[in-house]
Structures are given as C-alpha cells and as structure tokens.
C-alpha cells in the first residue's frame, strides 16, 4: 500500500511562505494514501496558477493544460479510462472565470471526477487581478478604488445545475480538507470541493485568522446533506454574510454517473478495448461518405 511519501517527490515548491497551497497540496497525498491508491491510480489535471503546478511537487501523473480548460481535458481523460481516479486542481479564476463555461457543462453531465477549486479570491499567479470571487469593494492591482463586480457564488451556481456533491473547506483545516477530499473521490459523478485559502501576498485581508471568526461546520450543525434547498440556503450565506459554512453541502449519490450511461464502455475501459472491432471495409465506407463531395454526388 502506497503511503504519503510515494506521493512525494524531491521538488521544492515555489509558493510564498504561508501559502495556503501548501496544505492543500499535503492534504491531496495524505487524501490518496489514506484512501488506499498508488501514485499510478490518480491522475491530477490543472490549469494555469499558483495552484496548478500541484503535481509538479508530487510523484504522480499529472497533465498542465490551458487556461480555464482542465475539466474538459479531465472529462476526456476519464471517459478513456474511467478506471482510473481524476482529480482536477486549479484556481478560482481558471475555475470560474476562463473555465465558467467548462464548470457548467461538468456539472451537468455528472463525469465522476473531483473539482478542487483552490479559492484564495484573486489571480495570484498574475499579481494580485480581481478574480471572479473577490469580494465587491476590495482593492486589487486592477481596481485600486475597489471592485465594483458582485462576486459569484459558485456553490449555489453548481447547485442550480443540478450539481450531485458539492462542498466546500479552508486550507487552515488539514484534516477537514482530508475528509472533504475522500468524500469527493468516493462520489458517483462529478464533486465540486471549494477550498477557501490565504494569498498571504496579494490577498492578506482574508487571514487564517479572518476564516477562523467565520467558519463554521456544517455537520455540527445538524445540515441534511440529502436536502437541496436546505444546501441551497446554506451556500447562500457566503459570499453576502459574515459567516462561511464549510462540509458537504449537497450530497446525491441516485444519479448515475456520466459515464455510467455509455454503451460503448460497458465493455471497459477504452484503453483495454481492442482498437479495431469491425472489418476493415466498414472504416473505408464510411470514409468514403465523409471525404466525398456531397456536390458532386
């Protein structure tokens, strides 16, 4: 059984010092070690950020795609192998903003992978922009008078789409982000797991100690998981109010996944699959119908 150092590799990371990223990036290994895996099991998809070079700094395969567009490189990914474990790590602003359109159709099509959106509310990676999260009035690089943008809410957006996990926790809380991780691994579908973080440099208004006065555990509080409207009040708190909910919010594992519904692997995996399964003369024939000019038919 792998443990946390075969996720690890020699790597340094270069993230600030304080940088939330670097208990997300601990809680991930202990999340697939304490979950039973081998590095060659998980695949972990990113964007661009400070958050998306996670897998740079663990022993694991990992594939650094365009801005905003690691969830459909990560529907492809395990629809060719829905065997293996996808994770897709990346920011706030790849998340919502470039990839808004992406973490749409992701929901509604229920691919089982797990959506870690490392939310620090800001571009950190570009110094310090206004990101689709940042809260109205604060002063970025780009806005020096304030925001003036109301923010998203990305979990009440994802529970209006008919989202089948949602949850959220905060980097200050290793073994909560551990617990919220393995519960987004296990789920049938698509699981959107909003971790709140500090951005120490370019964001330090929102401290570890600003979340502490504010967070609060869902579970604790006797939330029904199963209950979407009651999910839906309690991810209306924040961004608005002064209290932030944290645990699963939203929780359905009735809906069958994506790729549950595919014929074509109900066979297996496509990469176990022989890569040719009809005669040669039906490929040549349909070929023929696609390359001939409809004109001059």
Same mark, same amino acid.
């Given at each position: ?31 697939? *070690? !304490?979950?039973? =895996?081998?590095? %060659?099991?998980?695949?972990? &998809?990113?964007?661009? @950020?400070? #958050? ?22 990560? *529907? !492809?990914?395990? =629809?060719?192998? %829905?065997?293996?474990?996808? &994770?897709?790590?990346? @920011?706030? #602003? ?204």
């Amino acid at each position: 059984m792998a443990t946390v150092q075969d996720f690890s590799n020699n790597i340094r990371p270069t993230w600030c010092p304080g940088c939330g990223d670097y208990a997300i990036w601990n809680a991930l290994k202990r999340a697939f *070690a !304490g979950a039973g =895996l081998e590095p %060659h099991q998980v695949i972990m &998809v990113t964007g661009i @950020g400070q #958050g998306s070079k996670t897998p740079d700094y663990m022993h694991i395969t990992g594939f650094n795609g365009l801005h905003g567009r690691p969830l459909p490189v990560a *529907a !492809g990914i395990k =629809l060719a192998n %829905h065997d293996l474990k996808v &994770v897709v790590v990346h @920011g706030d #602003g790849d998340g919502y903003s470039e990839g808004g359109n992406h973490f749409l159709h992701a929901v509604r099509r229920n691919i089982s992978m797990v959506d870690l959106v490392q939310n620090n509310h800001v571009y950190a990676l570009t110094k310090g922009q206004a990101s689709p999260t940042t809260s109205k009035g604060i002063r970025t690089s780009t806005s020096p008078v304030g925001v003036v943008d109301v923010p998203i809410n990305p979990l009440t957006l994802a529970l209006s789409q008919g989202a089948t996990f949602v949850a959220r926790s905060y980097s200050a809380n290793i073994n909560h982000m551990i617990e919220m991780i393995t519960a987004a691994m296990n789920h049938r579908g698509y699981a959107l797991l909003d971790v709140m973080q500090v951005c120490v440099t370019y964001n330090p208004r929102m401290s570890n100690e600003w979340y502490r006065e504010r967070v609060y555990d869902l579970a604790a509080q006797g939330h029904d998981p199963s209950d979407r409207e009651a999910a839906m009040a309690r991810a209306s708190e924040f961004p608005g109010g002064d209290r932030i909910p944290v645990g699963i919010f939203f929780q359905d594992e009735t809906v069958p996944s994506y790729e549950e519904q595919l014929a074509v692997l109900e066979a297996g995996p496509l990469v176990h699959q022989p890569l040719r399964t009809r005669p040669e003369e039906d490929y040549l024939q349909l070929l023929e119908e696609y390359m001939t000019d409809p004109i001059a038919r």
